[in-house]
């Protein structure tokens, strides 16, 4: 083989490997992030449940790709084509599984027993799923982030 050739790398293989963050981490995140919905929701009128549904789409598309949850706890969501903080628009792609599940609680928790038991199952099979895709992933990745082209990363550096 001549000395003139050269190997090219693939784009796979230049990307920087991510590290999946850690799993707890990401859910105690994720759990101060619906803290923090919840409490929108204790807000009068109507403007409580629009502005908490507003914070759990664009959460993770505020500064640095950081929800107020994974700031706390040092995590971040970024784009794996770009490596850049996610932005609003792949934040609420990435969400959006949350945005149908408030919309599902007003549909059909105002209907006694059936309407409640409903929600109740929906909201435990996501969160089922989703525990199971962040664990069992080997980037981590739930179904928003593969829809998105997003990953959650661990912002302090350590991996």
């Not at 959006?96 to 409640?116: H, M, Q, S």
Request: contains cysteine; charged residues 20%.
């Amino acid at each position: 083989m001549p000395d003139s050739v050269h190997y090219k790398a693939t784009d796979e293989e230049q990307a920087p490997a991510l590290q999946k963050a850690p799993v707890l981490d990401r859910f105690i995140a994720k759990f101060i992030d619906l803290l923090i919905m919840g409490a929108f929701f204790a807000f009068p009128t109507a403007v409580g449940p629009l502005a908490g549904t507003a914070y759990i789409l664009i959460s993770d598309g505020l500064k640095g790709g950081q929800s107020l949850g994974k700031k706390a706890i040092g995590l971040k969501t970024i784009s794996i084509p770009t490596g850049q903080p996610c932005d609003f628009k792949q934040s609420i792609i990435r969400n959006a599984v949350f945005g149908v599940l408030i919309a599902i609680y007003f549909l059909l928790g105002w209907i006694p027993y059936v309407g409640k038991a409903a929600v109740f199952l929906a909201w435990a099979a996501v969160t089922a799923i989703e525990m199971i895709l962040v664990y069992a992933d080997e980037s981590g990745a739930r179904f928003g982030d593969r829809i998105a082209g997003t990953a959650v990363i661990d912002a302090r550096g350590r991996f």
